[in-house]
């Protein structure tokens, strides 16, 4: 048992930590789901992924397309990370928007998902006209050493319907309003439309009130290129679907649209995002 004096400067260290400003490594990628077929099979990707993410070192990060059997495969291979997600068909079925963060500094506090449909709480529904299944998943996490909470959501857009993409942001923005303002919350997700010229960002970034965590950045690498290259040369037309929405961040220090490749291969079609972003 810890003496008094032991518990005493145990709650005073994690007092003083939790009046440091709040900083978290963000990233979102989209992964390209398994495929045993070469080019740019699985089994291809896997290690460079894992490279990929180490030398990124993101404290949390959220993932779009990823299998199930792809998303053991990940944990397997990053040990620091736990995740929590569930297939948009329900169950172990289909794609994930799974969550992953770093096990040491976080645990999970409570976590859910839901279906960008008119019935957002049937799973695998889908109301809009879009052909495939879409959802959210969302974590809370506390941080280890301070108490302090935040929310992780994570999402993918359709990538035919605007209409659908429309509908999404504004289901979206009414569920994230019933969080309370006071605790720190980052969506981020494939949106599958252009940050600055789409009713979906323009419904997450006025009505919701959330900040592009892109614009925000202090210093940006790799401005003006594309996040999906679709295994092509990379373009730069600024066309960013990837985004990092963050609600009244301090700063965002900075922010990178990561162009990794080993020996030309890259370990999706879509370049992972990442920023770090503090909150007061």
């Given at each position: 048992m810890l003496s008094f004096a032991a518990l005493l400067l145990t709650g005073l260290l994690r007092a003083a930590d939790a009046a440091t400003p709040f900083e978290l490594r963000v990233m979102t990628f989209n992964?390209?789901?398994a495929s045993a077929e070469p080019p740019h099979?699985?089994?291809e990707r896997r290690p460079i992924m894992r490279r990929v993410i180490e030398r990124e070192t993101p404290d949390v990060f959220g993932t779009q397309e990823g299998l199930y059997g792809q998303l053991r495969d990940m944990a397997a291979d990053l040990p620091s990370y736990d995740w929590i997600g569930l297939g948009r068909e329900g169950g172990s079925r289909g794609e994930f928007m799974a969550v992953f963060f770093r096990r040491d500094k976080f645990e999970p506090v409570s976590f859910d998902h839901f279906w960008l449909s008119d019935t957002p709480d049937v799973i695998g529904s889908m109301t809009w006209g879009n052909r495939y299944r879409r959802m959210v998943t969302w974590v809370r996490l506390r941080e280890r050493a301070t108490g302090r909470e935040f929310e992780l959501w994570n999402t993918h857009f359709d990538h035919e319907s605007e209409t659908a993409r429309a509908k999404s942001a504004g289901l979206l923005a009414a569920r994230l309003a019933r969080?309370?303002?006071r605790v720190p919350l980052l969506l981020v997700g494939d949106f599958n439309c252009l940050a600055g010229a789409s009713a979906a960002y323009t419904t997450l970034t006025?009505?919701?009130g959330?900040?592009?965590a892109w614009l925000a950045a202090g210093h940006r690498t790799n401005d003006g290129l594309n996040t999906f290259h679709?295994?092509?040369?990379?373009?730069?037309?600024g066309e960013r679907i990837d985004w990092i929405l963050a609600r009244q961040p301090a700063s965002v220090t900075?922010?990178?649209?990561?162009?990794?490749a080993e020996n030309g291969q890259t370990p999706s079609d879509h370049f992972p995002v990442t920023a770090t972003v503090r909150f007061d």
């Open positions: 992964l390209r789901f099979a699985w089994p969080v309370d303002p006025q009505t919701a959330l900040t592009d679709g295994y092509q040369s990379p373009k730069r037309a900075e922010a990178a649209i990561v162009d990794y």
